[in-house]
């Protein structure tokens, strides 16, 4: 679960800085003007992830990052 959490962050991630560096929207372009619906899924889910991931910072012992 932790790892699909960072993938997702990554994920994110990588899309801003193409956004911010070059106006390109990753997963706009991938699924186009006629799968919008899919692309606000996608954000939301990423959006998800990074709220969840909050919470690895008051995480203790090995597991935590």
Known sequence: MRNLILALIIIGAINW?????????????????????????????????GLYAISFFFRNGKNSV
């Open 17 to 49: 800085g193409l956004i911010g560096f070059f106006q390109y929207d990753l997963v706009s372009s991938i699924f186009g003007p006629d799968l919008q619906i899919i692309s606000r899924i996608i954000f939301a889910i990423v959006g998800l992830a």
